[in-house]
């Protein structure tokens, strides 16, 4: 009887570290999806371009420091930072989208009509902020205007 309860129990252990492998090769596959997803779609290329952008503006701001740290931060920022945002940016894929919606968009920007996309997405992107920031001030003022219309009174700043 202790046999049969041993074997049983090597047997449950087995199979729990088999499905723990391969749910966590799943799992690293997904994540390795995503970050090719991010290649291939120009987001990589634009978290670059944001750490390179940070970066100029400290250097800029901080006479002090010799130029030698920002060329040696810049190039430790953009290996260590796009790491950390991938990680945090997975489980946010993972949560929303099956493995196959990830390889179905990167099928899409692998294509002619996704690499032309791909490259116009920073400039889209830059354009639609500027454009949100001036809807946002219009938004803002219709609203500091139709509240103090219907003669309500604005305890907090509330900046058009």
């Given at each position: 009887?202790?046999?049969?309860?041993?074997?049983?129990?090597?047997?449950?252990?087995?199979?729990?570290?088999?499905?723990?492998?391969?749910?966590?090769?799943?799992?690293?596959?997904?994540?390795?999806?995503?970050?090719?997803?991010?290649?291939?779609?120009?987001?990589?290329?634009?978290?670059?371009?944001?750490?390179?952008?940070?970066?100029?503006?400290?250097?800029?701001?901080?006479?002090?420091?010799?130029?030698?740290?920002?060329?040696?931060?810049?190039?430790?920022?953009?290996?260590?930072?796009?790491?950390?945002?991938?990680?945090?940016?997975?489980?946010?894929?993972?949560?929303?989208?099956?493995?196959?919606?990830?390889k179905a968009m990167i099928a899409f920007f692998e294509s002619d009509a996704g690499?032309?996309?791909?490259?116009?997405?920073?400039?889209?992107?830059?354009?639609?902020?500027?454009?949100?920031?001036?809807?946002?001030?219009?938004?803002r003022k219709k609203i500091r205007e139709d509240i103090q219309n219907k003669g309500?009174?604005?305890?907090?700043?509330?900046?058009?």
């Open positions: 009887m202790k046999s049969i309860g041993v074997k049983l129990l090597l047997l449950l252990l087995f199979a729990a570290t088999t499905c723990f492998a391969n749910n966590n090769i799943l799992n690293n596959e997904y994540a390795r999806d995503v970050k090719h997803l991010f290649q291939v779609n120009g987001s990589a290329n634009s978290f670059k371009q944001s750490i390179k952008a940070m970066i100029e503006h400290f250097k800029s701001q901080e006479s002090d420091v010799p130029s030698s740290y920002w060329e040696k931060a810049e190039e430790e920022f953009l290996k260590t930072s796009f790491e950390d945002l991938y990680n945090m940016i997975v489980p946010i894929y993972r949560k929303n989208l099956a493995h196959e919606d990830v690499k032309r996309i791909a490259r116009k997405i920073p400039n889209i992107t830059a354009e639609s902020m500027q454009v949100g920031i001036i809807w946002g001030q219009e938004v309500y009174k604005i305890r907090l700043p509330f900046m058009p």
